[in-house]
């Protein structure tokens, strides 16, 4: 309801949804160290967050098991924001089709902080990777984005195995000291949109892969 608090920060539980995730307005979730799972073989998944800003939802996980496409599936339905996600296997991640924004806040020690072992769905939403690793870079999943935002005062390293697809713009610092790196591991680039890069951002293209600018 509108106006609640609710903390998982005083337990730490693990969090099992079965079904969607509504978060009213006015309503503060505080996150703890435990997953939340979209979980069960019932029904798809989708998650809702009608504050003006959105409640951090912490580590987040899917692991739906009925075997059908259509059912294991989590559907943003809003901005969002988390820490960490694992998509599991089998499962779909469906950014949504609202120009919605899915935050990656992570601040510790990890440098993967978007684990992709099912089917990303760029929908028509944006990234964005605000995450800062004390102990390195943060790390970029090569998938095939909608919008693409690093804004974090952090090195983001674009990692390999496939294609870095953008298809619509990559922002590269938004008045933070931000670089991101597709030079270290070398994936083909891939940007239908435009680039832009902040006064404060530095952009470090591949010496050897191809980087290609449509827009």
Do not use: C, H
């Amino acid at each position: 309801n509108s106006g609640r608090v609710v903390t998982a920060a005083t337990y730490n539980p693990t969090i099992n949804i079965g079904g969607n995730l509504t978060i009213n307005n006015n309503t503060t979730y505080t996150d703890g160290t435990g997953t939340l799972t979209f979980n069960g073989t019932a029904t798809a998944s989708t998650i809702t967050d009608s504050n003006a800003s959105s409640q951090n939802l912490g580590v987040v996980a899917t692991n739906k098991t009925s075997g059908v496409g259509a059912t294991d599936t989590v559907t943003l339905a809003s901005n969002i924001k988390l820490d960490t996600l694992t998509i599991g296997a089998g499962d779909t991640w469906n950014m949504g089709s609202g120009s919605y924004t899915m935050d990656i806040t992570n601040a510790g020690a990890t440098a993967t902080v978007l684990t992709n072992n099912g089917t990303f769905t760029a929908g028509t939403s944006t990234v964005n990777f605000s995450a800062t690793n004390s102990g390195g870079n943060i790390n970029v999943p090569a998938l095939t984005y909608s919008s693409l935002t690093l804004s974090g005062v952090e090195t983001y390293e674009a990692t390999n195995g496939a294609t870095l697809t953008i298809g619509g713009t990559l922002t590269v610092g938004t008045g933070s000291a931000t670089t991101f790196d597709i030079d270290t591991n070398d994936p083909t680039t891939d940007v239908n949109g435009s680039v832009s890069i902040a006064s404060s951002g530095v952009l470090v293209a591949s010496a050897t892969a191809t980087f290609t600018i449509a827009g």
